[in-house]
């Protein structure tokens, strides 16, 4: 079990974290982008989850049907936003955070068919910045929309623009608003496209870089010495560019070639260090960095070597679930982010994806089930587990006032996993008896 001052001192290490690199972005209500408000899979300081769920699972706030995809769902300004596929068109909908009442929706045709198995929907997280909704469809249709009326601001067709190829499952890669600028991953390398600036309030091309194919892992935002930047994830490399100038200030080699893929999201940690990570072989690699360059701390696969789930960094260690969705088994770990160790490991846990929040932390497994926990170096311990989706669920999920928001394949569901902010720490919500 975990000590309960573990969970005090990692509750207070999350918010000095998140105020330390992002003040002021977003408050317990907000999910407006892939992996929360920060990108890290942390929710913001005042989110707070209950200690435990009703033997039937978190109250279902509302549920509704939805179409084809992997995409997760943004909640910012009391809008949830879900992307996905109607029929032959990708629909960006927007629906009351609170109720799932439908607010407005956008749709635009598409053919899209993967060339290996998944499914034919979009795979990119709605991106909510500044009053827009920026999504990035399958066949790599960028579309900006009015966030409050879902009007349409302009859209790009990067793959037929920058002769970008669908890849095996098509565009996966979530947008980036940063210095002003939307960052794509879109992978025009002949074009000397593989990384595009587009203009926020215009969508017209700011600048192009690499010859690098595009990967599945979202970019981040990195300020540093008070310059925005963005750290990205390609097909083969890591890279650090200051997106103002569009100059790449230094990349190391990542990922390798043949039916691989990189997918999880870069992490950076408060004290100058990131860490990425992938499976088919290619491991994690630990860095220490500035604008100028990189050092190399550890590498390697037998700490981590995971396919999508972007580990949490909490306290200087590592929580994720390790290994492949598509080759089972895969282990629940912790790994010490200074030695690059092993510290423990939960052998067949089941795939999924992770978000802390609370000082606790929720798996969402592939399998549906939900899995509410408290970890720390010495080991973790498991507070509840639901099932609220029979289907499969890749799609990342998303936290926002004490609400969780899961998709599977064909339905979503609004769940309450939050506790009032004005009972005493240990109480339970009295609708959760």
């Avoid at 604008?291 to 070597?305: P, S, Y």
Wanted: proline residues 7%; hydrophobic residues 45%.
């Amino acid at each position: 079990m975990t000590p309960p001052c573990a969970n005090r001192s990692w509750r207070l290490v999350t918010q000095l974290v998140f105020l330390a690199l992002y003040p002021g972005l977003a408050f317990a209500g907000e999910w407006p982008q892939i992996l929360g408000p920060a990108r890290n899979g942390i929710a913001a300081a005042d989110e707070r989850l209950a200690e435990a769920w009703p033997a039937a699972g978190p109250r279902v706030v509302w549920r509704r049907e939805v179409g084809s995809g992997y995409a997760g769902v943004a909640v910012a300004e009391n809008r949830a936003l879900v992307f996905h596929r109607v029929g032959d068109e990708e629909v960006v909908e927007a629906l009351d955070a609170a109720t799932g009442r439908p607010l407005w929706k956008h749709a635009h045709p598409t053919r899209f068919q993967p060339q290996v198995g998944g499914g034919a929907g979009p795979l990119c997280t709605p991106l909510v910045h500044a009053g827009r909704v920026i999504v990035c469809g399958a066949q790599g249709v960028l579309r900006c929309l009015d966030a409050a009326t879902g009007r349409l601001v302009w859209l790009r067709d990067t793959h037929r623009d920058f002769g970008a190829p669908e890849g095996y499952f098509g565009a996966g890669s979530t947008p980036l608003v940063v210095a002003g600028h939307v960052v794509v991953n879109v992978g025009g390398s002949r074009r000397d496209a593989g990384i595009v600036a587009f203009g926020l309030d215009t969508g017209d091309t700011v600048w192009t870089l690499t010859t690098e194919p595009a990967s599945y892992a979202a970019p981040v935002a990195v300020p540093i010495d008070g310059v925005d930047h963005a750290l990205l994830v390609t097909r083969y490399a890591c890279l650090l560019l200051e997106p103002r100038a569009g100059a790449i200030r230094w990349q190391f080699p990542f990922g390798q070639r043949g039916p691989t893929v990189n997918a999880a999201t870069p992490v950076v940690l408060p004290d100058g260090h990131l860490l990425v990570t992938a499976a088919y072989g290619i491991g994690s690699v630990c860095a220490a960095f500035d604008a100028a360059g990189f050092t190399k701390k550890w590498e390697g696969i037998d700490a981590l070597a995971t396919q999508y789930c972007t580990p949490l960094v909490l306290d200087g260690h590592a929580y994720c679930i390790d290994g492949r969705d598509d080759v089972p088994p895969a282990s629940f770990v912790c790994v010490d982010l200074r030695s690059g160790r092993t510290t423990w490991r939960e052998a067949n846990f089941g795939y999924g994806t992770l978000l802390a929040a609370d000082g606790k932390l929720l798996a969402t497994k592939t399998d549906g089930e939900l899995v509410l926990m408290t970890a720390a170096p010495a080991g973790f311990a498991i507070l509840a587990r639901a099932r609220p989706l029979p289907g499969t669920v890749r799609a990342l999920p998303a936290l926002a006032s004490g609400r969780l928001y899961v998709r599977d394949e064909t339905t979503l569901v609004c769940l309450d996993v939050g506790r009032d902010l004005h009972l005493d720490e240990g109480a339970h919500r009295p609708d959760a008896d």
